[in-house]
């Protein structure tokens, strides 16, 4: 008796204590922190809400065994149990939503392959990326949610209120070895347990999963935190009578503390380490060299690697099918888009195939191409553009008129959405591509600072006496700062 007051009166109050204030700082950092690296790139509002959920468990798992007296048993498992369940069904949301967003990735590098011609093929592809945009919505990670803790509820509420002699006694006079009080607490305890293995088989399928952020290692932690906390309530649950002062409660508040440090704690620690901070800071940098690095061969293929981990290569695509456009058009032959096109590819000409006079059908159809894949609705690459572009190419490009015969149509149709995707890379990736591969941003420097010294040693030289030098951008969209 005397253990079981001294947790009651020293233990509980104490470790609830530490635990409010560490929760709710870490929180206000977090929430203030989730527009910097890595927060950022990591589903900050889903994580947020999970460690929401796991803080609020962890802390009123101990709490409610201080008001253990005036506090029915009924009511402690529907008040520790819920935010129990919800972090549970949110870590089962982010580990799929990390798996589609993976799998749609790879779809639309498909659809971007040679052999995307096929019109089977590219229909079976594009609905399945449908699909994925779907599921990857919030809402329906929001419905899953609500649903489950819904069924949760209902079933416990009634079991509960068939049961009401057994679990509507004060918690401190509660009888775990009653089969009907312990059925109606492992309730939750197996619809989680459904939800761990769910979680499990992700973690399986997530094993081929790269992403540039970290968030499959992150999940992977927690996925055996919670496994080991499942492991120590099972073992310890069936003897807990036997203890003066039962542990179990603080053990799995515990558990719960360490799930809280690798969704909350961790990453707003990221925040301030130099090579994040480096992100934040290089992505202010007034020296806009971008559009230059992607048009050289390393430089576009690296940074069309980082986008694949990114799950954003939707962005790239629409970029590069733009500029071909764009070059194409100007230059007279439309160009096709191969796997690993980078712009300067093939853009020159000679003279002989340039004209005035040209048929523009072939470029109409490739615009046409290029907003079926990225622009129009249900487009299965669409991108994130402004409402206003977004109308704008709709009634373009959905008036029922010969596109061709437009104001507006030309090489620059795309000109402002081009600039719009290229400064969203800019601002999102290029930073954490600086850091992460300083060999090819070094790279591209030294490049720029040769051609530099070239330039100043062949001043007075006639042009037609110099080669030809690759890797100069020649392309409209304007830098963004």
């Excluded at 992460?436 to 006496?465: A, K, Y």
């Amino acid at each position: 008796m005397y253990a079981k007051n001294a947790a009651g009166f020293v233990v509980y109050p104490v470790l609830s204590s530490l635990f409010a204030v560490y929760y709710g700082v870490v929180l206000v950092l977090f929430w203030r922190r989730r527009r910097l690296s890595p927060i950022r790139h990591m589903m900050p509002r889903h994580m947020f809400l999970a460690s929401v959920f796991a803080a609020a468990f962890s802390f009123l798992i101990l709490f409610t065994h201080i008001v253990n007296d005036s506090i029915s048993y009924f009511a402690f498992i529907l008040i520790t149990q819920t935010p129990f369940c919800l972090s549970c069904d949110i870590y089962v949301v982010i580990s799929a939503s990390l798996y589609l967003a993976f799998n749609r990735t790879q779809d639309q590098l498909k659809l971007a392959q040679p052999g995307a011609d096929d019109s089977s093929r590219q229909r079976s592809i594009a609905r399945w990326i449908r699909v994925s945009n779907v599921l990857l919505k919030p809402r329906i990670g929001a419905v899953f949610m609500l649903t489950s803790v819904s069924v949760q509820l209902l079933v416990q509420i009634i079991y509960g209120w068939h049961h009401w002699d057994d679990v509507s006694v004060s918690m401190a006079y509660g009888n775990t070895a009653n089969p009907f009080v312990a059925t109606f607490t492992n309730v939750a305890i197996y619809k989680s347990l459904v939800n761990t293995v769910l979680f499990v088989i992700l973690a399986f399928r997530l094993r081929i999963v790269v992403d540039a952020h970290g968030m499959k290692q992150n999940l992977k932690r927690i996925g055996k935190w919670v496994l080991f906390g499942f492991t120590v309530y099972l073992a310890m649950y069936p003897f807990g009578d036997y203890f003066a002062f039962n542990p179990t409660s603080p053990i799995i508040a515990a558990l719960a503390f360490i799930v809280f440090t690798f969704s909350a704690t961790i990453p707003v620690w990221q925040t301030t380490q130099p090579e994040h901070i480096a992100i934040e800071n290089i992505t202010q940098a007034k020296a806009n060299l971008f559009e230059k690095l992607l048009n050289t061969k390393p430089g576009y293929e690296a940074f069309r690697e980082q986008l694949t981990r990114e799950f954003a290569i939707e962005n790239l695509l629409f970029w590069t099918e733009t500029e071909a456009f764009r070059k194409s058009f100007q230059a007279g032959r439309p160009h096709v888009i191969r796997q690993g096109f980078f712009p300067d590819a093939g853009s020159a000409l000679d003279a002989a195939d340039q004209g005035n006079d040209r048929d523009v059908r072939p470029f109409a159809d490739m615009a046409t191409s290029i907003y079926s894949k990225f622009i129009a609705q249900e487009a299965p690459l669409q991108v994130n553009l402004s409402s206003d572009l977004f109308r704008y190419y709709h009634a373009f490009f959905e008036g029922g008129e010969d596109i061709a015969g437009k104001d507006g149509f030309g090489p620059l149709l795309f000109a402002r959405a081009s600039a719009c995707i290229l400064a969203l890379m800019e601002s999102n990736s290029l930073a954490y591509f600086k850091v992460h591969r300083p060999d090819i941003w070094q790279g591209f420097l030294d490049s720029l600072q040769e051609e530099s010294v070239l330039d100043r040693f062949t001043i007075g030289v006639d042009d037609n006496t110099m080669p030809y030098r690759t890797g100069a951008s020649t392309s409209h969209s304007p830098s963004t700062a």
